[in-house]
């Protein structure tokens, strides 16, 4: 057990520091003394340009990889939906805690608006809110919670999408909410990921006593999915899995923009066997139209 002061990185918005305070508090319970050290990232910093836009991955993570490698944190606290599948030369996953609610939700305009118009500034909740309801225009929507929040209260639209657990860790589910059931949640959703430098995994050890095995599999299952499909945060791909006893339950989908095609598997699998599945519905994805779909939604991007 280190006796040093672990450093945790962390972007600075509110969620970001009330998830560094979350991991925080878990270290400090296992008798480690900790610093937060706030980190402003890119995707911050930007918060007009759609994020498929901006023509990076790792838009929210770069900057405190960066912070890592020289060495100014000692671990870096992400949400785990915004960490691009391959991470940066060097770093490794330290720990994935367990996952929060991984559900899309509405929030309903307190105006009580009724324009048949949303805000996200997501390209997958976009493209399934659009299938389920093709009469609707979808407004771009970016920042942290509180600024989308607000947006939303200044605006003619009739609600925006937000991530369940984001409103639960920032105490805001008291607004009026419409679950999204149907909706394929990002991969990794509502999961938080501890990452550091793979020469000090030894030195920091004690980080990978807040792993969640069955977190950490099922958000695998997810990142290979996804990875396979070759989608970052630009394409419009949703993948969950949980475990039910000895079962890993996965249901996964690639959309067109417009949300009028869909691919979507739904497999139950022996735990047993469910460390390549990701990657085999994937394929079996890609095989199925998926090719032919990815570069539909590319062309279109480029136009």
């Known amino acids: 057990m280190t006796s040093e002061?672990?450093?945790?990185?962390?972007?600075?918005s509110a969620l970001a520091l009330w998830q560094a305070e979350f991991v925080q508090n878990h270290l400090n319970d296992l008798g480690y003394a900790t610093e937060i050290v706030p980190i402003s990232s890119e995707g911050d910093l930007n918060l007009t340009q759609p994020i498929y836009q901006m023509g990076l991955t790792g838009v929210f993570t770069k900057t405190l990889d960066a912070a890592?490698?020289?060495?100014?944190?000692?671990?870096?606290?992400?949400?785990?939906?915004d960490v691009p599948t391959q991470l940066a030369e060097g770093i490794v996953p330290y720990a994935v805690l367990q996952r929060?609610?991984?559900?899309?939700?509405?929030?309903?305009?307190?105006?009580?608006?009724?324009?048949?118009k949303i805000g996200t500034g997501s390209l997958r909740r976009k493209a399934q809110w659009l299938r389920k309801n093709p009469n609707y225009q979808v407004e771009n929507l970016r920042g942290n919670i509180q600024r989308r929040i607000q947006k939303l209260e200044e605006s003619t639209w009739e609600g925006a999408i937000f991530a369940q657990a984001g409103l639960e860790r920032m105490n805001m589910d008291g607004h009026q909410l419409v679950n999204l059931d149907y909706m394929?949640?990002?991969?990794?959703?509502?999961?938080?990921?501890?990452v550091g430098l793979k020469e000090q995994l030894e030195k920091f050890e004690g980080v990978t006593n807040l792993n969640h095995s069955d977190t950490a599999l099922c958000t695998s299952v997810e990142r290979d999915f996804l990875k396979t499909l070759e989608g970052g945060c630009s394409s419009?791909?949703?993948?969950?899995?949980?475990?039910?006893?000895d079962t890993l339950c996965f249901k996964g989908g690639l959309y067109s923009?417009?949300?009028?095609?869909?691919?979507?598997?739904?497999?139950?699998?022996?735990?047993?066997?469910?460390?390549?599945?990701?990657?085999?519905?994937?394929?079996?994805?890609?095989n199925n139209g998926g090719i032919e779909l990815l570069k539909a939604i590319q062309d279109e991007k480029d136009h």
């Open 5 to 12: 002061t672990i450093r945790i990185g962390t972007r600075s």
């Open 68 to 81: 890592l490698l020289t060495k100014q944190i000692d671990i870096a606290v992400h949400s785990m939906k």
């Open 100 to 116: 929060g609610d991984h559900r899309d939700v509405l929030v309903l305009n307190p105006k009580k608006e009724q324009s048949l």
């Open 184 to 194: 394929i949640p990002a991969p990794a959703q509502g999961a938080l990921l501890i």
């Open 236 to 245: 419009p791909v949703g993948a969950y899995a949980f475990v039910d006893k």
């Open 257 to 286: 923009l417009n949300g009028q095609e869909a691919i979507e598997v739904e497999r139950e699998i022996p735990l047993s066997q469910a460390a390549q599945i990701g990657c085999d519905l994937a394929q079996e994805i890609r």
